[in-house]
């Protein structure tokens, strides 16, 4: 496990949240062994809307998706962290909360 660089403070962290980074770990890992023994789902190509300029009109651009990946990691968090985590999927990360209830 990594952070993205030396801006990212992790000494404020509540020891309940500290001590789940390996679980949030081992969440992603289990994803990503599932998903590897799939195939990669292609959502867009010559159809669909696109920008008016878009490459997919020429042929020249596919979409992927990428929920799959979201949608797996946050079910094995949730199932890994129980009732007292919250996880939502923002466009761009998933946020994970302790939120005891």
């Known amino acids: 496990m990594k952070t993205k660089d030396g ?7 509540v ?6 980074l390996e679980v949030m770990e081992a969440a992603r ?3 990503l062994k599932v998903l590897l023994a799939g195939e990669m789902t ?5 159809d669909g809307v696109h ?3 878009s490459l997919h ?3 020249r651009a596919v979409d992927l998706r990428i929920r799959d990946f979201t949608d797996m990691w ?5 199932k ?7 996880i939502v999927i923002e466009p761009d990360h998933i946020h994970v909360e302790l939120d005891k209830k």
């Open 80 to 86: 890994a962290l129980g009732k007292d985590w919250d």
């Open 7 to 13: 801006s990212v403070n992790l000494e404020g962290l």
């Open 51 to 53: 920008g008016t300029n």
């Open 42 to 46: 292609i959502t867009s190509a010559k």
């Open 29 to 31: 890992a289990s994803a």
């Open 57 to 59: 009109y020429a042929g």
């Open 15 to 20: 020891p309940e949240v500290r001590e789940k």
């Open 74 to 78: 946050k079910m094995y968090l949730q």
